[in-house]
């Protein structure tokens, strides 16, 4: 595996991502339970672990033949999320708790111009290069409340308590564990048998992840030890029809954010390097359609459509466009999915006008997309003696191999193709 060269930089003057992944491996494993309390309350929960593992390296070069750096990373992450559902007077009250804690080991390694690795008091052995260690703690504590004060109206209210904890920083400055509260309000009405109008409020604080906080990327990066979270309030209202044969839903939505995260060029060292910052905020008004129709038989088509204003506001009262956002997003999915057999999936994905800053700190424009994708499947069943099934596939994305690129000088990844079987037991 590994990232297309910045082909808009001078290797000259600039750190250019010559990278190759010589190793990653992700393994996971997730347990689903459910059971019934008495007759009116239901318990769920999640648990699940994961591990990740990879090596980075730089190279001096796009003949990626010297090596320069080296990165190898371990992670171990292990989650919950339990909720509990009771039938409370009128309506239905649901209680969540989300927890997880994760681990981040890391070592970089530093090489000579022969491809050598540089010795460290006199000892050229990977052990005499630190060992960092990294950990987060995430937890949100939730309850919603769902009741109907009215035939044809449903309602929804809730919050939650949000917080963060960085026991172990590494080689960066520690940090104060960080709260915060969100707050969450819905509504639907029913017009009638096939139309209905909803709507939905809230404010949800966004905590800044490892990667944004500690992360340097082989010295691409300069940290920012005063990175703050995210305070987002966002509302939407919409319309949905929805009859046997057709399905839809228009959606027009506002969000406003405070501090957004966002990165800037900086010089440092003598060179420049990236660095995320917060903003005064930033601002999206948009309008999403998603539609779906039966056409008979197995085959169906879905539709989605986002039309998206998004702009950056800086403390100076400008504003400019949000990196990497693009204005147009859109899909189009044709599905033959038969009870058994083969099964068949084409898709068109579209990508609209984006930017993304440059060296400068100017934005530039990022080409639109039309990728194509394809998926061929065949299920199967063992009979009713023996309860196995499963499904084998081939999947093709981007099957044109079109030229995508959703940051400046660094393409996305061309045709991929991918086969594999599921088995349900």
Do not use: C
């Amino acid at each position: 595996k590994g990232v297309a060269p910045e082909g808009h930089l001078d290797p000259a003057i600039s750190r250019v991502r010559f990278w190759r992944y010589p190793a990653w491996r992700n393994t996971m494993l997730i347990l689903n339970a459910e059971t019934p309390v008495g007759r009116t309350s239901i318990f769920k929960g999640a648990l699940w672990a994961g591990r990740f593992a990879q090596t980075i390296r730089q190279f001096r070069s796009a003949r990626f033949d010297v090596l320069q750096e080296e990165q190898d990373d371990k992670d171990l992450t292990l989650g919950a999320r339990l909720t509990y559902l009771q039938q409370a007077g009128p309506g239905l009250l649901s209680l969540a708790l989300n927890a997880l804690t994760s681990g981040h080991e890391q070592r970089n390694l530093e090489f000579g111009e022969d491809g050598a690795l540089l010795p460290i008091d006199g000892v050229a052995e990977e052990d005499a290069y630190p060992l960092f260690d990294y950990r987060q703690h995430v937890f949100s504590l939730g309850a919603e409340y769902e009741f109907n004060p009215r035939e044809r109206l449903a309602l929804t209210l809730g919050g939650s308590f949000d917080g963060i904890s960085t026991p172990e920083t590494g080689d960066k400055p520690a940090r104060d564990p960080q709260v915060a509260v969100g707050l969450t309000s819905g509504f639907v009405f029913t017009l009638g048998e096939a139309w209905s109008l909803k709507g939905a409020a809230g404010r949800k604080v966004r905590f800044p992840t490892m990667r944004e906080l500690f992360g340097e990327s082989l010295n691409r990066f300069l940290v920012n030890p005063a990175l703050r979270p995210e305070t987002s309030f966002l509302a939407e209202a919409g319309a949905v029809w929805q009859n046997p044969g057709v399905a839809g839903e228009v959606i027009g939505f506002v969000n406003r954010t405070f501090d957004t995260i966002d990165q800037r060029t900086v010089e440092a060292e003598g060179r420049p390097l990236r660095q995320r910052i917060n903003l005064d905020g930033s601002r999206v008004l948009g309008v999403e359609a998603v539609g779906e129709a039966r056409l008979g038989g197995a085959f169906s088509l879905e539709g989605h459509l986002t039309w998206m204003h998004i702009r950056a506001l800086l403390d100076n009262g400008s504003s400019r466009p949000l990196a990497e956002k693009p204005q147009w997003l859109g899909t189009l999915t044709l599905n033959y999915r038969p009870a058994s057999g083969f099964s068949f999936l084409a898709q068109s994905v579209y990508t609209g006008r984006a930017f993304s800053p440059d060296e400068e700190n100017a934005f530039r424009p990022l080409p639109t997309s039309l990728v194509l994708n394809t998926r061929l499947a065949y299920r199967f069943s063992s009979g009713p003696s023996l309860p196995i099934g499963g499904e084998a596939f081939v999947r093709v994305d981007n099957l044109t191999d079109e030229v995508v690129v959703p940051q400046l000088g660094l393409p996305a990844p061309g045709r991929e193709v991918r086969a594999g079987v599921e088995i349900t037991f």
